[in-house]
């Protein structure tokens, strides 16, 4: 399966990505609709993005907890706006143990409501505050149409919830956390993200403020990768999230919550990956490095001295911090399995034959630049170092520049239909839903985010020609 040739990028995106995610072994199908098998290789990718933005989260003094996947229907009931985003993607349960629930419970979508709940609790006096609370979980939204990673019914995700004493701390706070995702999403995956606020038209349900990165995929489309809410009051006065002062008056807490979910394997895929499959930030790579040993099945002496010394570059690389694997399986060619780690997307392959033992050399091989260069036998396990650092910066310009290069600043609507065709908009906008709804209708494309370092608005709405509603111009584009 490895050796047929995947769907070009350009002749169908969409089944190049469906092709990659299956042959490259990160999932499999479930037998419930919309969900899926997260094998071993798309685990060990999660789990290294957990791990590099759970130590983000603990460094800026946010704490790890867990909540309960049921939820009494009722919660969501509290808070009508929450409940009217969510309603139409609710799973519930009405039985359990053979026999009718007094009442229902939801499969949660997201745990703002039982968090709410259980802050009332926990929450008495300023002194209480703030909150900074994270976890790491699964939940379920019933999506009507999926995509592995992507837009799947179960998947999983940190969500954080923090609880604060006024408005200034909360947007504080939640300015710190899509800056957080931000900076994950260039020094860890290499991805260059725009971040921005959403429009009033994009924001999530019960927020006041929405932030977002968005990110751009190998076919011009955005793909929000992250996001950060501030709930202001609604929820505190939802379920009833009061706290003493010290005046001793009773106030409402400020409430913010912020998640990234397995949407961000997608989003590595579809932002770096080629037709030869994927390419994996080295930082994020479960495997950096694959060794492959080169020798003939008949040539058992040469065969053993050959593993031999793979197993001990191997150890040396692992001495210096590489993830590196060396691929001794028997009955596959060379050829097999250098398509393998290609599609796989691992940063370097490392050659190793009998002709290299006796010339005190390996051969490297870069997967983004596809370049071959011999190295002396002593020197691997540094320049292995250096070129995983090099390799983070090119595959991140890559990414920059095509970004960049399918960007377009467009002052009239014929110019905007133009060039959305070919990537991403930055043009004025009144602000009105109506006329982001018109504007999707007519180009399929959303308002994705006004931009912090955006341009500034200029002339009237570049559909409607009304005035502005934003300072900056607002990011549109054709949208996962």
Not at 270 to 297: E, K, T, W, Y
Request: with cysteine.
């Amino acid at each position: 399966m490895a050796n047929k040739r995947l769907t070009p990028q350009s002749q169908d995106f969409s089944a190049w990505y469906n092709e990659v995610v299956y042959r490259a072994d990160l999932a499999d199908l479930s037998p419930v609709r919309g969900s899926m098998v997260i094998r071993p290789y798309g685990y060990a990718l999660w789990e290294n993005i957990q791990g590099a933005m759970d130590g983000m989260f603990k460094a800026s003094g946010h704490e790890n907890l867990y909540f309960p996947m049921l939820i009494p229907v009722s919660y969501f009931e509290r808070e009508k706006e929450h409940v009217e985003g969510f309603s139409p993607e609710l799973a519930v349960v009405t039985h359990a143990g053979g026999k009718p629930l007094e009442e229902p419970l939801a499969i949660r979508p997201t745990s703002e409501t039982i968090i709410g709940e259980m802050y009332s609790k926990w929450i008495q006096s300023y002194r209480d505050l703030p909150l900074l609370y994270n976890q790491w979980c699964n939940v379920m939204r019933w999506e009507m149409r999926t995509r592995p990673f992507l837009r799947t019914t179960e998947f999983l995700w940190q969500e954080g919830h923090t609880a604060h004493a006024g408005a200034e701390e909360a947007l504080e706070e939640t300015m710190r956390m899509v800056n957080i995702y931000a900076a994950f999403a260039r020094d860890w995956a290499a991805m260059p993200v725009m971040v921005g606020e959403k429009t009033s038209g994009e924001r999530f349900a019960g927020a006041l403020r929405t932030y977002t990165i968005e990110t751009m995929m190998r076919d011009t489309r955005a793909l929000q990768a992250g996001t950060s809410h501030y709930m202001g009051e609604n929820f505190a006065r939802a379920f009833d999230i009061t706290f003493s002062d010290e005046e001793n008056a009773l106030r409402y807490v400020h409430t913010t919550s912020w998640g990234v979910s397995t949407r961000m394997i997608g989003a590595i895929i579809m932002a770096h990956g080629d037709d030869q499959g994927l390419i994996m930030p080295p930082r994020l790579a479960p495997v950096q490095v694959i060794i492959v040993p080169i020798f003939r099945n008949d040539q058992r002496e040469i065969a053993e001295r050959v593993l031999d010394a793979s197993d001990r570059l191997r150890q040396e690389l692992v001495d210096v911090g590489v993830r590196v694997r060396v691929d001794a399986r028997e009955g596959l060619s060379p050829g097999w399995k250098f398509n393998d780690w290609e599609q796989k997307g691992v940063p370097l392959r490392i050659e190793l034959g009998p002709r290299d033992l006796e010339a005190g050399r390996v051969v490297a091989a870069d997967r983004l630049s596809g370049e071959k260069q011999p190295l002396g036998r002593d020197e691997v396990a540094g320049v292995v170092v250096e070129r995983l650092e090099a390799f983070h910066s090119a595959l991140y310009a890559r990414a920059e520049s095509f970004r960049d290069g399918h960007s377009s600043t467009v002052d009239d609507y014929d110019s905007f239909c133009k060039h959305i065709e070919n990537g991403w908009v930055h043009a004025t906008h009144c602000g009105e839903p109506v006329c982001e709804q018109a504007i999707q209708e007519d180009t399929k494309a959303t308002a994705r985010c006004i931009p912090f370092d955006g341009l500034e608005a200029g002339g009237g709405c570049v559909r409607c020609g009304g005035p502005t509603g934003y300072p900056r111009r607002v990011v549109f584009a054709r949208a996962y």
